[in-house]
């Protein structure tokens, strides 16, 4: 069955970046000139997806209103007679069809795309975590679609990661079937340094079937009564369902810190034409040594 839909989870707190996100959601937070969350509705709108539903949180609010229609800031726009700006607000209100569902109490990552369902219905669907904005030819997850097109079942994005790093990772126990494609046999999040067998860690985004709702529904609640993805996809291989990996090809950052946020948006301005060579050059003044 061909995937249609995404769901995208933006109702963690961001609890990181305060106080900037005591009223600001964090997947609002600017990467150059655009939020975060665009990054990801963007890449989900290149792959193909006709639907994006977004898991939010009551304090959530504005990332509704970016995706909405200003009837208002349009006019300012036109009468100011500013094309190139009021072409961008009507393409985000134009970009996708977006649904919004409420996390009403935040029990964790499986909880949250269990708030789906209605919307998703009985189909395969991409997965995004916004935090991770990842940079590449072809769209991450579409790399991910063409491994499920190809071997069904669900798939999950890896990248390889040094032995100290993967501690903070969910690792996979992968047995290899083709270039950067491997079935799992096991997966475990954030192992101890003595339990580290593979070098590759989870990333944000996968391609799930609907074989993984009823599994959501019976996680049992983890580390702080939050029920974890990772705990699912483990009872998904147990079960006998078949999870593959795929790793992807693209440059993948970290923007739920601080620090990879700043990285991001100095490595993406740098590449565009009309304000890199001004940064490269301030950078360049520094003198950092």
Same mark, same amino acid.
């Given at each position: 069955m061909k995937v249609r839909k995404a769901v995208v989870l933006a109702a963690g707190y961001g609890t990181r970046f305060l106080p900037a996100t005591k009223?600001?959601?964090?997947?609002?937070?600017?990467?150059v000139d655009r939020p975060v969350i665009q990054y990801i509705v963007e890449e989900a709108v290149a792959a193909g997806l006709e639907h994006?539903?977004?898991?939010?949180?009551?304090?959530?609010r504005a990332v509704e209103d970016h995706f909405d229609r200003d =009837?208002? /800031?349009?006019?300012?726009?036109?009468q100011k007679k500013d094309q190139p700006a009021l072409r961008e607000v009507r393409r985000l209100g134009d970009m996708a069809d977006i649904a919004f569902v409420r996390q009403k109490e935040r029990r964790g990552i499986a909880h949250a795309v269990l708030m789906a369902r209605r919307v998703v219905g009985e189909e395969p669907f991409a997965l995004f975590?916004?935090?991770?904005?990842?940079?590449?030819?072809?769209?991450?997850?579409?790399?991910?679609?063409?491994?499920?097109?190809?071997?069904?079942?669900s798939v999950l994005a890896v990248q390889r990661l040094p032995r100290e790093e993967i501690v903070h990772y969910g690792m996979i126990t992968?047995?290899?079937?083709?270039?950067?494609?491997?079935?799992?046999?096991?997966? /475990?999040?954030?192992?101890?340094?003595?339990?580290?067998?593979?070098?590759?860690?989870?990333?944000g985004r996968y391609v799930l079937g609907p074989e993984i709702w009823p599994l959501l529904e019976r996680t049992p609640p983890g580390i702080n009564g939050e029920m974890q993805l990772t705990d699912t996809l483990a009872m998904l291989i147990?079960?006998?369902?078949? /999870?593959? =990996?795929?790793?992807?090809?693209?440059?993948?950052?970290?923007?739920?810190?601080?620090?990879? /946020?700043l990285k =991001?948006?100095? =490595?993406?301005?740098?590449?565009?034409?009309?304000?890199?060579?001004?940064?490269?050059?301030?950078l360049q003044s520094l003198h950092l040594g």
């Open positions: 009223a600001v959601p964090k997947e609002m937070l600017p990467l994006i539903v977004m898991v939010t949180s009551g304090a959530k =009837a208002d /800031l349009e006019r300012a726009l036109a975590f916004p935090d991770d904005v990842i940079v590449a030819e072809v769209p991450a997850i579409r790399q991910l679609l063409d491994v499920h097109a190809r071997y069904g079942g992968p047995e290899p079937i083709e270039e950067r494609v491997y079935r799992v046999r096991g997966i /475990l999040e954030k192992p101890r340094l003595e339990q580290v067998t593979s070098d590759l860690g989870t990333v147990n079960e006998g369902y078949p /999870l593959y =990996a795929c790793r992807y090809e693209g440059e993948r950052f970290d923007t739920g810190r601080p620090i990879g /946020l =991001a948006a100095v =490595a993406l301005a740098l590449r565009r034409e009309d304000i890199g060579p001004e940064l490269k050059d301030y």
